[in-house]
């Protein structure tokens, strides 16, 4: 199974299941997010969800390059990056906080998956980063325009966007990306971080998270994530952006 979507007690759990490939993104994996889109909308009990990687060596590596680099122009790559940035919006907006527990590397759409929950919990040992410009690509799944939201400096966000490397937890927590880094256990940190606002009715998390969704569709967040995926499917058919992932693949063969 490429993921595990789990209900216990008030937290709603999607965890990656792609350890093979450093939890990257497929099909299957996209089509569970829309599942737990719907679960969440469905249960009113949830008070959180949290999402996750399996495994201490990635969070999520991105879109799965093996298999997304069969799609040569823009017209191909844009139902992709169209589909996984509505279900990444869908996830930003879900009506309850939203924790990124980033057990390991989170970079490229990984990176961007974590940016669009609403607290990133980052292991000490993880390496994160918008990687997508040394593949010739922007962001593609809504991520460069959650950045410029969340992060409390726009100089360090357009930075971190060009300079297209990861950069250790430390850093991250220092930029104002990761909320907190955590040492050892990844359900521990989750537990501790959650403890206060458990005890918080699930109905006074649901009004803040809307007062939030009230900003974003304001300020019509998702037109700007629509020009991001535009943007990013018309670099995609770019040659030096297919001789990049030809590169990563082949890198070890
Ligand atoms: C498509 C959408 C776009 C967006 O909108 O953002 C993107 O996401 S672009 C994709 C960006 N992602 C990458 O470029 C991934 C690069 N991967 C890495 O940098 C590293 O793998 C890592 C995540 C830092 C982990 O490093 P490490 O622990 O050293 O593992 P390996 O590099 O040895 O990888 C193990 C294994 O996994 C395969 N792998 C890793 N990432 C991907 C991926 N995104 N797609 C497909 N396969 C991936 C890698 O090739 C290795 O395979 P084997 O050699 O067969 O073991």
């Given at each position: 199974?490429?993921?595990?979507?789990?209900?216990?007690?008030?937290?709603?759990?999607?965890?990656?299941?792609?350890?093979?490939?450093?939890?990257?993104?497929?099909?299957d994996?996209?089509?569970?997010?829309e599942?737990?889109?719907?679960?969440?909308?469905?249960?009113?009990?949830?008070?959180?969800?949290?999402?996750?990687?399996?495994?201490e060596?990635?969070?999520?590596?991105?879109?799965?390059?093996?298999?997304?680099?069969?799609?040569?122009?823009?017209?191909?790559?844009?139902?992709?990056?169209?589909?996984?940035?509505?279900?990444?919006?869908?996830?930003?907006?879900?009506?309850?906080?939203?924790?990124?527990?980033?057990n390991?590397?989170?970079?490229?759409?990984?990176?961007?998956?974590?940016?669009?929950c609403?607290?990133?919990?980052?292991?000490?040992?993880?390496?994160?980063?918008?990687?997508?410009?040394?593949?010739?690509?922007?962001?593609?799944?809504?991520?460069?325009?959650?950045?410029?939201?969340?992060?409390?400096?726009?100089?360090?966000?357009?930075?971190?966007?060009?300079?297209?490397?990861?950069?250790?937890?430390?850093?991250?927590?220092?930029?104002?990306w990761?909320?907190?880094?955590?040492?050892?256990?990844?359900?521990?940190?989750?537990?501790?971080?959650?403890?206060?606002?458990?005890?918080?009715?699930?109905?006074?998390?649901?009004?803040?998270?809307?007062?939030?969704?009230?900003?974003?569709?304001?300020?019509?967040?998702?037109?700007?994530?629509?020009?991001?995926?535009?943007?990013?499917?018309?670099l995609?058919?770019?040659?030096?952006?297919?001789?990049a992932?030809?590169?990563?693949?082949?890198?070890?063969?």
């Amino acid at each position: 199974m490429p993921f595990t979507l789990n209900l216990e007690d008030t937290v709603m759990k999607f965890t990656i299941n792609r350890p093979q490939v450093r939890n990257a993104i497929n099909l299957d994996v996209i089509v569970g997010f829309e599942k737990l889109v719907s679960a969440v909308h469905n249960d009113s009990s949830v008070k959180f969800v949290v999402i996750t990687g399996v495994g201490e060596d990635a969070f999520c590596s991105g879109g799965d390059l093996s298999i997304f680099h069969g799609l040569h122009t823009a017209k191909d790559a844009f139902p992709m990056l169209d589909r996984m940035a509505t279900v990444l919006y869908n996830i930003a907006t879900l009506p309850v906080p939203v924790i990124a527990l980033v057990n390991g590397h989170a970079v490229g759409g990984g990176c961007e998956i974590a940016t669009a929950c609403d607290y990133r919990l980052v292991s000490s040992r993880a390496k994160c980063g918008f990687i997508q410009g040394s593949l010739a690509i922007t962001s593609g799944w809504g991520g460069g325009t959650y950045l410029f939201e969340k992060l409390p400096r726009q100089d360090l966000a357009l930075q971190m966007l060009s300079q297209a490397k990861p950069l250790s937890a430390t850093a991250m927590l220092n930029n104002g990306w990761a909320t907190q880094v955590y040492e050892d256990d990844k359900d521990q940190a989750l537990e501790t971080f959650i403890a206060e606002m458990k005890k918080v009715e699930a109905s006074v998390h649901r009004a803040y998270k809307q007062m939030l969704i009230r900003k974003w569709t304001g300020q019509n967040l998702l037109n700007q994530i629509r020009e991001e995926v535009k943007t990013c499917s018309l670099l995609w058919e770019a040659d030096e952006h297919h001789q990049a992932v030809q590169k990563f693949l082949t890198k070890r063969k």
